[in-house]
């Protein structure tokens, strides 16, 4: 885990729109220490004003409040304006509070930065609102303290996070003791570093003691292995580099991971689907949803680092029982070329099939493999349901642009590991023919007996979803477990550190 400097600023963008477009006209009626961050929206709200100055003082104290509230959202207060509001007045000030009130609102509403920019695969949809509508009224009921807070996520994720980010900030103040590196600690070890283990423990709230003698005895392996299952380590109970690592994150990189992933909830749009998956690539599951209440929770596989799972939002639509695994070609050519050119019986052992560019099938025994090459392929691989097959006894289909989805796994030990990055993109399941059950809830006639019956038979049957249920792919290093409390968890992809440097980044104009 990287440790990252607290921020000095936070506003780089606004919101992707034409609502927030540059307007030159705008732009030069400020300074270039105050240039406007929204100048299209501000210009044309003032227009509308027919230049009355809306903002007394009243209503700039209150803003001014709101825009400090800002902090607790992770986000920097002195970036809209604070300082400019009270050096200017009359109109220049109504345009600086007008600017700073909608760049605000428009982070507050759907992120600081545009989720495409750092997620390139991002699908889900905006949280928009009318917010022209929504200043001319806190204006006018002089609401204007409580109008960018109404703007954030509704989520019960995000508020979980903002009262960890508000917990965190205050013991940030406390002093922390830091486990010195070296050597693993193991039970019935004894010295200085035990006794640094335990006062670590301890400030944690894993270790109830107060006097603390070095020596790792059964109370201080059991608060190491509790701490271990909070942080999604292997609870061996043994301090290697990766647990000292995790007993020293300070609290500054804290607030910067919440920081990060409270942004990541302000990409999402409220209404996630009433039935719904949500599979948290960082966290190795994938859990679902219904009417807001969490109903089951399965361990995934995900993609190697060099082989991301992305990040997209789609739909389930069908289900296969007894899949064939269609081999992508880059996979063909990639592993399963080499493995054909050492063992070339490993085809019709592994139960894999070749087809020509005709579509005919090939013998496998037939073909010099080491004739063929990746640029050179001339052939289709197609793997036939059994136990070898390297979708197992289902896929959960939600077709996309990058042949992504859920699916079962014949190296079913893998999910005894903490890390599971070990898939070539797509999502192994941990017991996906429960998860399938629960998906065809509304589809008549299938229910778990059917799909295991089927299953049976060895035949691929293909089941179309009578309503199509969400899947939201998502990456969050920080997340809410309900009364198991928050959970920090590794940066597998290192995509933390673009998200914070765009956030830490000083306010310009998009």
């Not at 109903?295 to 064939?324: A, C, E, M």
């Not at 037939?366 to 640029?375: G, K, L, Q, R, Y």
């Not at 289909?397 to 070990?422: C, E, I, S, W």
């Not at 792919?473 to 309900?482: A, D, H, K, M, W």
């Given at each position: ?108 509403l759907s992120g600081k930065l545009d989720a495409v920019s750092v997620e390139p695969d ?259 691989i197609r793997q036939a349901p059994g136990p070898l097959n390297a979708l197992g006894q ?117």
């Open positions: 885990m990287k440790q990252f400097l607290l921020p000095a600023a936070l506003l780089s963008c606004v919101m992707a729109s034409p609502q927030f477009a540059p307007d030159a006209a705008a732009q030069s009626a400020a300074t270039p220490a105050t240039a406007l961050l929204a100048p299209k929206a501000t210009s044309g709200f003032l227009a509308s004003r027919q230049g009355q100055v809306v903002w007394d003082d009243d209503r700039i104290a209150a803003l001014r409040l709101a825009l400090e509230g800002l902090a607790a959202h992770g986000l920097t207060p002195s970036d809209y304006h604070l300082d400019a509001l009270s050096l200017s007045a009359g109109l220049d000030r109504d345009r600086m509070a007008t600017d700073a009130w909608f760049s605000a609102a428009a982070h507050m991002w699908t889900a949809v905006k949280r928009s609102a009318d917010l022209q509508s929504i200043l001319a009224q806190a204006l006018e009921t002089r609401n204007v303290g409580d109008s960018l807070n109404a703007l954030a996520p509704k989520q019960a994720g995000y508020a979980a996070l903002m009262a960890e980010y508000k917990s965190v900030t205050l013991q940030a103040a406390m002093p922390q003791t830091t486990v010195t590196p070296g050597e693993a600690l193991k039970p019935g070890m004894s010295g200085p570093r035990i006794k640094l283990l335990q006062q670590r423990l301890a400030e944690l709230g894993h270790l109830d003691r107060t006097v603390f003698e070095g020596v790792m005895d059964s109370e201080t392996v059991t608060a190491l292995k509790n701490f271990q299952a909070a942080s999604d380590l292997d609870d061996d109970g043994v301090a290697g580099a990766a647990t000292v690592r995790a007993l020293n994150r300070g609290f500054i990189e804290k607030m910067n991971q919440l920081r990060v992933n409270l942004e990541r909830w302000r990409w999402l749009p409220d209404d996630l689907g009433r039935r719904h998956l949500r599979a948290n690539i960082a966290g190795f599951n994938v859990t679902a949803w219904e009417d807001g209440v969490q109903q089951r929770s399965h361990l995934t596989i995900v993609g190697k680092p060099y082989r991301k799972t992305p990040v997209f939002s789609d739909k389930v639509s069908y289900i296969v029982l007894n899949p064939w695994w269609e081999t992508p070609r880059s996979l063909a050519t990639r592993d399963k070329l080499p493995t054909f050119r050492k063992d070339p019986a490993a085809v019709e052992r592994l139960g894999f099939q070749i087809l020509d560019r005709d579509g005919s099938v090939v013998k496998g025994s037939s073909i010099d493999w080491n004739a063929v090459s990746p640029s050179n392929f001339p052939y289709r289902v896929k959960i289909m939600f077709p996309n642009k990058h042949n992504v989805y859920l699916h079962d796994t014949p190296t079913r030990g893998l999910f005894a590991q903490r890390q599971r990055a070990f898939s070539s993109g797509c999502l192994r399941t941990e017991k996906p023919l429960e998860l399938s059950a629960w998906l065809l809830e509304g589809t008549p006639d299938w229910n778990l007996d059917r799909i295991n019956k089927t299953v049976a038979t060895g035949k691929e049957t293909r089941v179309n979803l009578s309503e199509k249920v969400d899947v939201h792919i998502l990456y969050f290093t920080v997340v809410s477990e309900g009364k198991a409390g928050i959970r920090y968890l590794d940066d597998i992809y290192d995509r933390d550190s673009a998200v914070l440097a765009g956030l830490n980044a000083k306010p310009r104009t998009r």
